[in-house]
């Protein structure tokens, strides 16, 4: 394969990362970081003021050094209020995940013996724009040349279906990941796929099944000693790992027994499996719900479904997978990796998005929605067995947007509300204008806000971004303005604010580069770039 053709496929986890790239033959295939692993922990250990280190090295740090130990940063991404200090300097969650992806980026440029710029992310598909913004941006500052942001249930069906033949079929993709739960209706077929509805839940995910245990273990030494073992840094993350042992050990067996010691006392706590799955029943329908709504957003019933493409590593627990099976009649598809298939999609895509960027005239259709290349997928995923794989001219990948889009406007009684533009569900790219008027007599500025997300009030939705037109000549309250949304296949929002009268347009793109100023945009970069990530190195 030539230099300009490896993009890496990268899997940004709120627990662990991976990397895949797709080699000479067009297969994706996963990047072992520099120890060895497959994937690598979303673990950031700070031990000096420009000096970290990033996975399984972070994690032992977890116990020894709690406080500056930096985890879950997924969860915050899009906060722009939102940091964490180590060493007296505050960090953004777009900061703490560049060190990651240069962490990833790092691994994947030694083990290929060239540099890589360009790399496709994944998202959640319930990411807001925000959200999707900062992750672009951490590629950026990472020194990534980002050339989509993919939604990860879309990526774990390419790295899943981009081979099929077969007949059309109607798939749900379940991904419970550390800290995020997501649920997508796809329709997939022969070089075609195309969501039909999404949903989840951003603060859902094993790391909440985690927390059970964790209470349950701790009430009990609590009520035998009276001393909480979670009140020190380091007892509690001593025994948050045991926990977690605990945890993976009750997907393959039925009990476990956990050691926990404090202040001199100790005993053990034995759980079963049901006991497990009693202490976390309503994590289980909150599941349950979430996938109920996709279905009826998607408008299909449970006896219409064909497959269950399960993703995250949590889907390893029996309680997940029961509870789908009962619900669906079905069993999830077997064979597939949930920690490696959104990396190797995302691989997949990329050399997709890569070769249309480099042979615009291959395109048999016109963009946006269709991508060219030809890459015959081995994933080490399943096949069809009625039909044999095929190298693929062409994949139409169809996203929609999972949260609706809005302008907030004052009515005629100087109410704010907000207007919405975009449905959740439309599929992308889509195009939609709306027309507005002036509030006021005599305006010389028109702002137009962004807002997305369910609801009419601005408390209810997030807003994304401004776009400003202003020295517009003074006129009456009515004069019109229109605003047009772009949402991209890419997944970000371009916004034209136009003077109808004048002619007089403002555009701006949503979040393309995330949130930071330039200037701290800079300041970051450097900083990422320079930050030491080996205590060894001279
Ligand atoms: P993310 O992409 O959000 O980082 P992953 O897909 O890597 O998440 O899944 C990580 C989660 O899966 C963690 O909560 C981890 O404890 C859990 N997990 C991994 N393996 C198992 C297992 N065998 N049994 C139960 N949970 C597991
Ligand atoms: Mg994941």
């Not at 496929?9 to 990397?19: E, R, V």
């Not at 701790?218 to 945890?247: C, M, T, V, W």
Request: hydrophobic content about 40%; charged content about 25%; overall charge negative.
């Amino acid at each position: 394969m030539e230099k300009h053709e490896v993009v890496l496929g990268i899997d940004l986890g709120t627990t662990f990362s991976a990397i895949a790239v797709v080699n000479q033959h067009g297969s994706p295939i996963i990047i072992p970081n520099c120890e060895g692993g497959r994937t690598t922990p979303s673990v950031i250990h700070f031990y000096d003021s420009d000096g970290c280190l990033v996975g399984e090295e972070a994690v032992r740090m977890v116990v020894v050094d709690p406080s500056n130990v930096a985890r879950f940063v997924k969860r915050s991404m899009g906060e722009s209020d939102f940091s964490m200090e180590f060493f007296r300097r505050p960090y953004t969650p777009q900061e703490l995940s560049a060190l990651i992806l240069r962490k990833l980026k790092n691994d994947a440029e030694q083990f290929l013996g060239h540099q890589v710029r360009d790399a496709v992310i994944s998202v959640p598909a319930y990411f807001n724009s925000p959200q999707r913004g900062a992750t672009a941006e951490a590629g950026a500052l990472a020194g990534l040349n980002v050339l989509s942001i993919i939604n990860e249930p879309t990526a774990a069906a390419i790295a899943y279906g981009v081979d099929r033949q077969g007949p059309p079929k109607t798939i749900l993709v379940f991904d419970l990941g550390g800290g995020t739960f997501d649920v997508t209706v796809m329709d997939i077929r022969p070089g075609s796929l195309k969501t039909l509805a999404s949903d989840g839940n951003a603060e859902l995910g094993g790391k909440d099944w985690d927390d059970r245990l964790l209470n349950y273990v701790s009430e009990h030494f609590i009520e035998r000693f009276g001393d909480d073992p979670r009140d020190d840094p380091n007892p509690y993350q001593e025994l948050y790992e045991r926990i977690l042992e605990a945890k993976l050990a009750l997907s393959s067996r039925s009990n476990v027994r956990i050691p926990v010691n404090y202040r001199g006392h100790w005993m053990f706590v034995d759980v079963d499996e049901p006991l497990f799955r009693d202490l976390c029943q309503d994590l289980l329908d909150q599941c349950r719900d979430t996938c109920n709504i996709v279905m009826e957003k998607a408008g299909i019933g449970w006896e219409k479904l064909d497959e269950i493409l399960l993703v995250g590593g949590a889907t390893r627990m029996p309680m997940i997978r029961n509870m789908i099976s009962d619900m669906s009649g079905l069993s999830p598809i077997a064979g597939v990796n949930p920690d490696e298939c959104i990396a190797m999609g995302a691989a997949l895509a990329g050399i997709f998005r890569h070769r249309q960027n480099m042979l615009p005239s291959l395109l048999e259709e016109a963009l946006p929605t269709s991508i060219t290349g030809s890459a015959s997928a081995d994933s080490g995923l399943p096949k069809d067995s009625s039909s044999p794989a095929m190298p693929l001219a062409r994949l139409e990948i169809v996203d929609i947007t999972t949260h609706p889009l809005g302008v907030l406007v004052l009515d005629a009684d100087l109410q704010e509300h907000v207007v919405n533009l975009i449905p959740e569900g439309t599929p992308l790219p889509c195009e939609k204008s709306g027309r507005f008027a002036y509030a006021y007599d005599n305006m010389t500025t028109v702002c137009v806000q962004v807002a997305e997300g369910h609801g009419s009030t601005r408390d209810e939705v997030v807003v994304v971004g401004e776009v400003i037109l202003d020295h517009l000549p003074p006129r009456v309250r009515g004069t019109p303005v229109e605003v047009l949304y772009r949402y991209t296949r890419n997944q970000l929002l371009e916004v034209y604010v136009t003077d109808i009268q004048t002619s007089n347009t403002q555009r701006a793109t949503i979040n393309l580069k995330g949130s930071l100023p330039v200037h701290r945009f800079e300041k970051a970069k450097a900083m990422v770039s320079r930050a030491k990530m080996d205590p060894l190195a001279p």
